[in-house]
């Protein structure tokens, strides 16, 4: 264990005894059975406090949070990734494909454990200032309460966030269920949720401190992290979602004042610079991620914490997603989500960040790397062979990125040019620092930054598309954007001129000849692959991805690997297989919500056609 991961654990197993999960799908909004001596005595030292704001952040973590679903499965699909598998509307390929059904059963398990962590961030957030301490404590030991309090405020916004963003507006709590008549509330419009929750993490801010003052990691909520997912629900708030009534896409009343409250939360964090900066290696941010350690220069703000084995706090990130390792090799594990192909093409070769998030290879039984079809590539910032977990464990303790620097950046710059009608020179600048690590050593290929508002809104789009590629942003992105129905189109489009190979594709290779190579996950992302042995004539093997076939047979010693042609009509259009096939605009932007709630629940409506 690095760092705090210890106390967590620790502090952890004092908070299982404050409050347990929800036990069923049918009790997710019940009484935690607490008596108020119990609860009272929770609360009467800064010691069993901090117990129960660790049960508060423990429902980040779990195959139900950020160690699988949340992060992995319910995130798909945006333009660059799509879950492995053919489609069943009961499972994860039924998410994936914009066709789940309300019995779904990834969806249960998320939605209760979101609201199980709102009922105990509740719970906090009633009692500290209640608590003995805050009538009669020490000046330090108030400070340290208050900090408390500020941490669950933000969590309980995270949730709320969490569960918008998936079902768009849900019943709304902040009081502890034993001190609401009426259990079954219906929905709340998510302008009035998201409105709150910009309010409580204004408070939050000027309760936690900065991560070099609170002597924390990415793990525990900072100043940086409060600021990051303020800046992230303006934008939200500001966007588009699914509406009930009526049924369509629409914007939040009022943007500009969404946007300016982002600008200034972003700025606010780029401006302390000695507390979180770009690391100068894209790829050591996520290593990082795979050991419990802190990157370098921060760059990571906030990630959730994987420990302990088991389901409810480790995470399978990197056995269930990620780089293919073979059953029989030294890694088992990785796969779940398949790249895009397109989404190879939307790197130049130059962009140090196309071998991080497309695996165009897989390690194979005897751990060696060869290339892989394109219809299997996948993601690849994470990967098993970067922890030091072999053998056939699922659990892994790699964390979850909740908010990089590099977001904050790309988030600054959209708000300053939709408040400006055109990006300051701050923004550009903003924009140009994420390329400029992404092509470190090139440059000269860095390209021009746009300066009218339009030019530079699609250059945003794009940028998030290559820096936050597997991050569970995308089909978020896309969705206050309005553009998840436009990319849809376009991506299908974009898949017919690949098989085709026609347009951008048109020099695209059918079939590439290689040798496999003994994999080391020690060498960077570009040496794995600079290390296959890939058959040309007369070039730089680094461009056979971007030429036509090398050879009209396979030449002797070589394998070959289905590339262009390893992607088929199905591949886009059919009912089992297709990409996204299930979408429909103005219906599937939002998930349905699990069966038994709405049974459950009398004044919960389903909604959105479900």
């Not at 070959?560 to 591949?571: E, F, H, L, P, V």
Request: hydrophobic residues 35%; aromatic residues 10%.
């Amino acid at each position: 264990m690095k760092k705090n991961k210890s106390i967590l654990i620790l502090s952890f197993l004092a908070g299982a005894l404050f409050v347990s999960s929800a036990s069923s799908c049918s009790d997710f909004l019940e009484p935690e059975n607490l008596s108020s001596i119990s609860e009272a005595q929770q609360f009467d030292s800064t010691a069993d406090t901090f117990s129960a704001l660790i049960g508060v952040y423990a429902q980040l973590g779990g195959d139900d949070g950020y160690g699988q679903r949340l992060s992995l499965i319910i995130t798909q699909s945006g333009d660059d990734f799509r879950t492995s598998g053919s489609y069943n509307c009961n499972d994860r390929r039924g998410v994936a494909t914009f066709g789940a059904c309300t019995t779904n059963t990834e969806l249960n398990g998320p939605f209760s454990k979101l609201y199980t962590g709102i009922e105990r961030a509740n719970l906090v957030i009633k009692n500290i200032p209640l608590s003995p301490v805050m009538q009669s404590g020490s000046a330090e030991d108030k400070k340290l309460m208050d900090r408390y309090l500020g941490e669950a405020l933000t969590l309980r916004a995270q949730y709320y966030y969490e569960l918008i963003r998936n079902w768009g507006d849900v019943p709304f709590y902040l009081v502890p269920a034993s001190d609401v008549a009426e259990q079954n509330q219906p929905k709340t419009d998510r302008d009035i949720i998201y409105d709150q929750m910009i309010v409580d993490l204004e408070k939050a801010a000027t309760l936690v401190p900065w991560r070099s003052e609170g002597g924390t990691t990415s793990n525990r909520i900072s100043k940086g992290a409060v600021k990051g997912l303020r800046a992230r629900i303006a934008l939200a708030r500001a966007g588009y979602s699914l509406r009930r009534s009526p049924q369509i896409m629409a914007q939040g009343s009022n943007p500009q004042k969404y946007y300016q409250i982002a600008l200034d939360e972003c700025k606010d964090i780029m401006n302390h610079s000695g507390e979180h900066s770009l690391n100068p290696s894209y790829e050591n941010v996520f290593r990082a991620l795979h050991t419990n350690a802190q990157d370098a220069t921060n760059e990571v703000i906030f990630s959730v914490g994987a420990f302990g084995g088991g389901t409810r706090t480790d995470s399978k990130i990197g056995y269930y997603n990620g780089l293919k390792h073979h059953d029989n090799s030294n890694w088992k594990g990785g796969g779940g989500i398949n790249a895009l192909p397109t989404y190879f093409y939307e790197f130049t070769k130059y962009d140090l960040r196309r071998d991080m998030n497309v695996g165009i290879f897989t390690v194979n039984a005897t751990n060696q790397a060869e290339l892989a079809a394109s219809n299997a590539w996948t993601d690849s910032k994470y990967r098993k062979s970067w922890t030091s977990i072999t053998g056939p464990s699922q659990t892994l303790a790699v964390d979850w990125p909740l908010i990089r620097l590099s977001d904050v950046m790309l988030m600054f710059a959209e708000a300053d040019n939709e408040i400006n009608g055109a990006p300051s020179q701050e923004a550009k600048n903003a924009l140009l620092a994420v390329r400029n690590r992404a092509y470190a050593g090139n440059l000269g290929q860095v390209g021009a930054i746009p300066s009218d508002k339009v030019g530079f809104f699609n250059a945003i789009v794009q940028e998030r598309l290559l820096e936050l590629g597997s991050e569970g942003m995308r089909k978020y992105d896309l969705i206050r954007w309005n553009l998840l129905a436009t990319k849809i189109a376009e991506t299908k489009q974009k898949l017919t001129n690949f098989i085709n190979g026609t347009g951008a594709y048109a020099n695209v290779p059918l079939n590439i000849y290689y040798k496999a190579s003994v994999y080391d996950p020690t060498k960077t992302a570009q040496q794995n692959i600079s290390a296959i042995d890939v058959y040309t004539i007369g070039t730089d093997k680094s461009q056979v991805f971007y030429l036509p076939n090398q050879s009209a047979t396979t030449p002797a010693g070589y394998k070959s690997i289905a590339w262009r042609s390893g992607i088929t009509a199905t591949y886009v259009n059919d009912p089992s297989a297709g990409y996204a096939q299930y979408f429909e605009a103005n219906k599937r932007e939002l998930l349905p919500i699990y069966f038994e709630y709405i049974q459950n629940n009398y004044n919960l409506t389903q909604d959105y056609g479900y």
